[in-house]
């Protein structure tokens, strides 16, 4: 089955960096996009970073010029470089990965359908 393994979280201080990695398997297929959210104690999950197969990317207005995704491409890793991090960034990181697929669970999508996959989490703790 696909799952998606993260790594690198932990403990930085303010101002500092971080790499994230994420790699998925259990797929023949490319992921259609890969990327990060994150979600703070007693906030919404939100979007962070996501990089489509193509190689284009999206960002969190929050996060420009301070993170870069990176990867997204046949092997199935995604990595989020996190520089000039802030007290604010503090979070569990969650990857996300995207399967456009035709055949999903035996039934057939003749346009297609998006399946989406969730890693466990990694925890990004920012000190000031």
């Known amino acids: 089955q696909v799952q998606l393994v993260e790594s690198g979280g932990g403990l930085v201080q303010a101002g500092g960096s971080l790499r994230l990695s994420c790699t998925g398997s259990g797929t023949p297929h490319t992921f259609k996009s890969m990327g990060w959210y994150r979600q703070a104690p007693g906030k919404q999950r939100e979007m962070v970073a996501i990089?489509?197969?193509?190689?284009?990317?999206d960002y969190a207005d929050s996060v420009k010029g301070r993170f870069a995704v990176s990867g997204g491409n046949g092997e199935n890793t995604v990595h989020l470089q996190m520089n000039s991090v802030k007290p604010e960034d503090t979070a569990v990181y969650y990857c996300?990965?995207?399967?456009?697929?035709?055949?999903?669970?035996?039934?057939?999508?003749?346009?297609?359908?998006?399946?989406?996959?969730w890693g466990q989490g990694t925890q990004v703790t920012v000190s000031s």
């Open positions: 996300h990965a995207v399967l456009f697929l035709s055949y999903y669970r035996g039934t057939y999508y003749p346009e297609g359908k998006d399946v989406a996959y």
């Open positions: 990089i489509s197969k193509d190689g284009t990317s």
